[in-house]
């Protein structure tokens, strides 16, 4: 029996208080199961993050942890959102983990693919991506926007995995890589892709809602979306260089036609100077603020102090060790 395999299921709860009876019990179940095929050590744990919730989330978890000695509670001093509390919970986890699975507390994550999960992280992979094959219990605006979103941010150049949200298992080793990642804007699909490591997927079919309301409204969504692409790309600022100098070759276009008039004898006195001159400075204004842009476009990401490598393995001769 191997005892190393601590696994801690890592659960941010916000405002959770219907949905928690229900996940507390199948994550337990979860747990129980693996440990008496032997797959993880009886240390294994599910720590739930209270996201500064206002109703009575906390007292749930408080409750559970004195009964179910498999339940933890993290309580955080106030909201800080979804991706914030996720990452608090996986360093506090890590503490004492081998393993972690983040899951979302309404179980709309199939909690039987944790196993599957767990089984990839027995073969070898470090981290272990949660993908949803189907999507057809979201609402037809939430699947349409969902779509949306992973388009947008793999145009802007920000990789992350097709149809995978915070759904997933990360090593020991995966999640010390993610606490180098400094950065405050904080998306954690975009950045777990850039640690590497032996990766794998696991599909599984997305459900309702077990209870309660999504605490994503439209508002939330549309800035995680944006943050999401200002965090990891300066595509915007390229594209508007890009924009200043077409339309500074437009003018220049311009010009020549204009030119062309002129001579021909048909041309408007007055009106291609002027034209021609607005385009152009509109053009060579654009360019330069995109340039200046690039400039700080490197800033912001020096900033962030991402580290620039992370080591997989260091073979060594033997003698040498
Ligand atoms: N959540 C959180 N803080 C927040 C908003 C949400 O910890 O400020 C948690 C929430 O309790 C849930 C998870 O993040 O466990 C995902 O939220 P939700 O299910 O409402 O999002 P959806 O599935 O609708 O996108
Ligand atoms: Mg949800």
């Known amino acids: 029996m191997d005892l190393k395999n601590t696994l801690a299921i890592v659960v941010p709860c916000y405002n959770e ?3 928690f009876p229900f996940s507390v019990k199948s994550l337990t179940e979860v747990l129980k199961g693996m440990i008496a095929s032997k797959k993880i050590s009886e240390k294994s744990f599910v720590l739930f993050v209270d996201d500064g919730s206002k109703d009575k989330t906390w007292q749930l978890i408080e409750e559970e942890t ?24 996986l360093l506090t986890a890590n503490e004492d983990s081998d393993i972690t699975v983040s899951i979302d507390a309404d179980l709309q994550d199939d909690v039987n693919a944790i196993e599957k999960m767990v089984d990839a992280y027995l073969n070898g992979a470090d981290i272990v991506y949660g993908v949803r094959s189907d999507r057809s219990s979201d609402s037809v605006f939430k699947r349409a926007t969902a779509q949306g979103f992973y388009k947008v941010m793999s145009a802007m150049g920000a990789k992350s995995v097709y149809n995978h ?5 990360m090593s020991h080793r995966a999640v010390e890589a993610l606490s180098e990642y400094k950065e405050r804007n904080l998306f ?25 309301e999504s605490k994503y409204p439209l508002k939330k969504m549309l800035k995680f979306a944006f943050d999401g692409i200002t965090s990891f790309s300066i595509k915007p600022i390229s594209l508007i260089t ?13 010009l020549i036609y204009s030119l062309i008039s002129y001579f021909t004898g048909n041309a408007e006195p ?3 100077s002027l034209i021609i001159s607005i385009w152009f400075l509109g053009g060579v204004q654009l360019a330069a603020i995109g340039l200046v842009g690039q400039y700080v476009g490197k800033i912001y990401v020096e900033s962030k102090e991402r580290p620039r490598f992370n080591i997989e393995k260091y073979a060594k001769h033997k003698e040498e060790e």
């Open 17 to 19: 208080e219907e949905a």
């Open 66 to 89: 004195k009964v179910n000695p498999f339940a933890r509670g993290l309580k955080l001093s106030g909201n800080v959102g979804h991706q914030n509390a996720l990452l608090a919970g």
């Open 165 to 169: 949200a915070d759904f997933r298992l």
């Open 188 to 212: 954690l699909r975009g950045i777990v892709p850039l640690i590497g490591f032996k990766t794998e997927k696991v599909y599984y079919e997305r459900s309702k809602r077990v209870a309660g």
């Open 242 to 254: 890009a924009l200043g100098i077409i339309i500074i070759i437009c003018s220049v276009a311009a």
């Open 270 to 272: 007055g009106w291609a």
